[in-house]
């Protein structure tokens, strides 16, 4: 298809070394001249992960280009959790019948979230396949691959008691617990993708569900590239399914417990307004949904001040939500209270 190199090509840097139209990508972990990495002890981190039943009010709505950001988002966003650079992705996009124009808003989508990741767009594969979707349904999957040098490999086993949780703003439900979603909305709430919702600001429902999630590169990459001397981000977590306490819970080591303050970050109206709709359980919303909380640094409280400004210089809001104090083996890693913390 004519109209898909082009948005490749936008995506890509002189590291990408494949023509069009082969059967593999061609990717320079490094090259000579002016911006090169030098690297010592270069590790490859990679991810995969879909879009999931969002694709579902996508379809119905006959709006593609935001799942594919959020196609891009949520590997993206989980390597970042490593410290690493994403250096490219690939796309796979299965159909129930050729369709350029519907293809052609997926990959502008993946292709925009790849340019603001700085990610190169180095391939993909269309798959037709009538036997297994009906209609208008598809489905995606992304695979994202980056590099960080060992020495500045972020995960999780140098958080220690005092380290402050500086949670960074979702933009909304992101790609997780749509069926929940879809659930509470159309069949409980029996509202159409159409109807406005006049305490949200009058959005209609489509834009409400179809927000993108939020990506996360321009921020942690500025953070981690301002220290180059001194390691002072610990931890870094993606909140997807499983909600806040089970995403950070995977990157906390033994006998550290981080205590999170539910009052100390803002929750959008979206979470509140599903939850009504839906009558669901204060503990199911925590379970599935990021609350509000996209992203979270486990960080120095010696820089938590510093790291926060950098997050807002962006136009990232952000929180410290949390401290890290010591446990025992068997205490749960991440524990969310109403009463607060010390060290705010």
Known sequence: MARLPVHMRRTQCPRVMSPEGGF????????????RRGYEDPLLVSCTDGVGTKLKVAVAAGIHHTVGIDLVAMSVNDALCTG?????FLDYVAMSKD???????I?????????????????????????MYQGGDYDLAGFCVGVVERKRLVDGSQIQPGDLAIGIASSGFHSNGYSLVRKAVFEIGGLAGDDRVAELGRRTVNDLLLEPTRLYARPVKAVLRHYRVKQVVHGIAHITGGGLAENLGRIVPNCVQIRV???????????????????IA?????????????????????????????????GYEN????????????DERVVISEAGFSGR
């Open 24 to 35: 593999a990508a061609l990717f320079q972990l490094d090259f000579k001249g002016l911006f």
């Open 84 to 88: 690493a650079e994403p250096l490219f």
């Open 99 to 105: 369709d350029p124009g519907l293809l052609e808003q």
């Open 107 to 131: 990959v502008r989508g993946i292709a925009d979230a790849c340019v603001e990741c700085e990610c190169a767009l180095v391939g993909g594969e269309t798959a037709i396949l009538p036997d």
């Open 261 to 279: 303050d539910r009052g100390s970050w803002k929750v959008p109206g979206v979470f509140p307004w599903v939850q009504r709709l839906g009558t």
């Open 282 to 314: 204060a503990d199911e919303m925590d379970r599935v949904f990021n609350m509000g909380i996209g992203m979270v640094l486990v960080v120095s409280p010696h820089f938590a001040d510093s790291i926060q400004k950098q997050l807002a210089d962006l």
């Open 319 to 330: 929180w410290r939500i949390g401290t890290a104090h010591a446990g025992r083996p068997d």
